[in-house]
Nanobody
Framework: QVQLAESGGGLVQAGGSLRLSCAAS????????MGWFRQVPGKEREFVAT????????YYADSVKGRFTISRDNAKNTVYLQMNSLKPEDMAVYYC?????????????????WGQGTQVTVSS
């Protein structure tokens, strides 16, 4: 069992930056691919970014490519999402997720564990 806890959300002006963190429990964090998703009310949860278990591979949704960076520190059991040049359309609840496979994953059903989410609000 893996427990995930996101933090770092908040209110930011358009053009600003936030860094989300996701702390994972357990001793096998380094085996999991990790991902970030986001959801706004009335819409499906959508993929944002993913990173392989070793951190050597990453992949981003087109909407965030060049602005967001996913990274991980396996020694700290933590994955990060650095968000720069934020736009009002980035406003959502952001969720981190862990997959029991090691390679990058972009689909919700490929993830086995989810955090509770953290709200990101971007004012225009």
């Amino acid at each position: 069992q893996v427990q995930l806890a996101e933090s770092g959300g908040g209110l930011v002006q358009a053009g600003g930056s936030l860094r989300l963190s996701c702390a994972a429990s357990g001793r096998t964090f380094s085996r999991y691919a990790m991902g970030w998703f986001r959801q706004v009310p009335g819409k499906e949860r959508e993929f944002v970014a993913t990173i392989s278990s070793s951190g050597s591979r990453t992949y981003y949704a087109d909407s965030v490519k060049g602005r967001f960076t996913i990274s991980r520190d396996n020694a700290k059991n933590t994955v990060y999402l650095q968000m720069n040049s934020l736009k009002p359309e980035d406003m959502a609840v952001y969720y981190c997720a862990a997959s029991l496979v090691s390679t990058i994953r972009t689909m919700k059903h490929e993830y086995d564990y989810w955090g509770q989410g953290t709200q990101v609000t971007v004012s225009s």
